[in-house]
């Protein structure tokens, strides 16, 4: 059976310190409490040589920019080597390296623009209609009954929490114990129920 949560993020450890003061001067268990620090999105080490994900969501397309890039850019190189050969009227061996090397400088240049051109800041995908991201901060969170669940995010939002948000997890021990960083959040409403969309 999970229990129900509400946790609200702040900006400094005093503010959520403070805040956890007022709750429980209003009644609520200190083993109902718990206030952690939640590191920025790409920077929960998720995988053990660090990161959240195996591939940024960003660099999906970067392989088919890198590829045309290399086509055009090679294409682009060769007309360029030609021309500098036609222009100068240089001998066949200095051509033949002349050739080659704009050809290969022009694909190398044009891999990089067409992987680039193809990357996309995935934070701003988030912000187009993706599952919202949690942002970096202390967390205070707290295990709630029904009864109380209004009074805890009105002095969440009184203590000066940025984001509410209402949660379904295993609390055990004085923790969230499945807390996930990754999981986007659930706004919670001025109740503690979950926002409607």
Known sequence: MSD????????SF????????????????????????????????TYPIGGDTAVDPGA?????GAIAGV????T?????GAAIITILGVSPPVSLFVLVFATGLCAYVGSLVGALSLTR???????RGRAPVRNAGVLLAT??????????CDLLRKGG???IERAQGHWREGRWADFDPLAPPVPAGREGEPRRA
């Open 4 to 11: 129900a949560i509400i946790a609200g993020r702040f900006d």
């Open 14 to 45: 005093a503010k959520a310190e403070t805040t956890a003061s007022r709750l429980r001067a209003q009644g609520v268990a200190e083993e109902d409490m718990s206030v952690f620090y939640v590191n920025p999105p790409g920077q929960h080490a």
């Open 60 to 64: 999906r397309r970067s392989g088919i």
């Open 71 to 74: 086509l055009l850019g090679a």
């Open 76 to 80: 682009a190189g060769a007309a360029l």
């Open 121 to 127: 800041d995935a934070r701003a995908e988030g912000r």
């Open 143 to 152: 295990h709630v009954e029904p009864a109380n669940a209004g009074l805890v």
């Open 161 to 163: 929490a940025r984001d």
